[in-house]
């Protein structure tokens, strides 16, 4: 029994490796410098043309197609994430933001870095925050970085250590 299983993938074998090397179509020529080349015409897709109606010039009439309701609508449970999403957002007092912090340090200096801020840029909003030890004075309320930057090119004027920060803002 195994002489014949072992007679039939030697049969197999050499079938396959004589089929392999019939179908082989390559060339090595010295004109070509020695490079490979294969011809892979046979393997190419053969593209019949078709005959296509003549046209006339008469515009295309389109038929308008009747409404079709959609039977795999998902609108009734997306709505129900929605609402929940939304009740889950009402909850919420603060968000994620940023602002720009002018100074951090002694409160001599924190209140004279406020007073020079509302004198040199009085449109922005500065406070000041006492977390012990340290006072810091900070400008502004920012949804995004990007936000932030425009004020904060003008505050660095004044204050070269100024920095942007992230914060939570309190909603209203």
């Known amino acids: 029994m195994r002489i014949l299983i072992n ?6 074998l050499g079938s396959l490796l004589i089929s392999c090397a019939g179908s082989k179509s390559t060339t090595s020529t010295p004109q070509q410098g020695g ?5 892979l ?3 190419r897709p053969k593209v019949e043309e078709t005959q296509t109606a003549t046209t006339t010039n008469e515009p295309d009439e389109r038929k308008p197609t009747a409404y079709l309701e959609p039977n795999a609508a998902v609108n009734k449970q997306l709505d129900t994430v929605l609402d929940s999403i939304d ?4 909850t919420r007092k603060f968000i ?6 002018v100074y951090s340090g002694k409160r001599e200096e924190a ?6 801020l509302t004198t040199s840029l009085p449109d922005l909003e500065s406070e000041i925050q006492f977390t012990e030890p340290i006072f810091r ?3 502004g309320k920012y949804y995004t970085r990007l936000d932030a930057q425009k004020d904060f090119v003008s505050i660095k ?3 070269p250590a100024a920095i942007i920060i992230p914060e939570k803002i309190m909603l209203n």
């Open 157 to 159: 004027k004044y204050f």
């Open 137 to 139: 004075v900070k400008v």
């Open 96 to 101: 994620d933001g940023f602002t720009i912090q």
């Open 87 to 90: 009740r889950i957002n009402l």
């Open 111 to 116: 209140l004279n870095a406020k007073k020079t």
């Open 41 to 43: 015409s046979i393997w």
């Open 35 to 39: 490079k490979y080349s294969e011809d």
């Open 7 to 12: 007679l039939i993938s030697v049969v197999a």
